[in-house]
């Protein structure tokens, strides 16, 4: 069954430092998501992806956060300078198409620790 | 008030039982309404979604939404051990496109 996948599973970096997580979408997906869950919070969206642009993203999202799709199959998120805060679970999703046939396909996630 | 409230347990409740779980919301625009399932250090798995109000149900789990008391609610039947997760209610504005507001989730354990 396809599946989102996600690199790393853990990623340790100290604060100001750049880090890029990375996410393999399903192959026929169009819609691009990033969300993030603090330990013990809500899951959070951060931003939604279509068309090589961004369609809608959250106040969390600021100039700090940036993302792209650098190749055909590649979707990342980059955090220019790590803050304590921003540790915390990321999740990349994707779904097929618009419309009310609607699944959004989440991935494992990657744990950020800020340091 | 917050968007969406989910009361987050624990809930424990033993093998067989029915279990009900439930969320509210301020934002009437919400149309569709989901529940995942989130193991733990696992991403959210799509359980069940629903467009506007109604039940649907699908094996064991069954989904209702009530728009007009801003309520959602997740019922699971024949509980078993491996229905212990978190569940996390969800709810979007427009399509398949627009950001997931999620609860806080719901802690549930079935004991054997």
């Known amino acids: 069954e396809p599946e989102v996948t996600q690199t790393p599973s853990h990623q340790v970096t100290q604060m100001g430092q750049e880090v890029i997580l990375r996410c393999v979408p399903i192959?026929?997906?169009?819609?691009f998501y990033w969300y993030r869950q603090i330990l013990g919070q809500k899951v959070e969206f951060l931003v939604s992806?279509?068309?090589?642009?961004?369609?809608?993203k959250s106040e969390i999202f600021d100039d700090q956060f940036s993302v792209e799709r650098p190749d055909g199959s590649n979707f990342t998120l980059k955090i220019r300078s790590t803050k304590l805060e921003d540790s915390a679970m990321y999740f990349c999703?994707?779904?097929?198409?618009?419309?009310?046939?609607?699944?959004?396909?989440f991935g494992p996630g990657t744990r950020l620790t800020v340091t | 008030q917050k968007e969406v409230e989910q009361d987050p347990g624990p809930l424990s409740v033993p093998e067989g039982a029915i279990v009900s779980l439930n969320c509210t919301y301020s934002n009437s625009a919400f149309q569709y309404f989901m529940w995942y399932r989130q193991y733990s250090r696992k991403g959210p798995e799509l359980l069940m979604y629903t467009y506007s109000s109604g039940n649907k149900e699908d094996g064991r789990f069954t989904a209702q939404v009530d728009k007009s008391s801003k309520y959602i609610s997740l019922f699971i039947r024949d509980s078993q051990p491996s229905d212990s997760a978190t569940y996390l209610c969800a709810m979007s504005l427009y399509s398949s496109a627009s950001k997931i507001i999620f609860g806080s989730g719901t802690r549930l354990s079935i004991r054997p």
């Open positions: 992806f279509y068309n090589n642009e961004i369609s809608e």
């Open positions: 999703a994707s779904s097929e198409v618009a419309g009310i046939s609607y699944e959004q396909y």
């Open positions: 192959s026929n997906h169009l819609y």
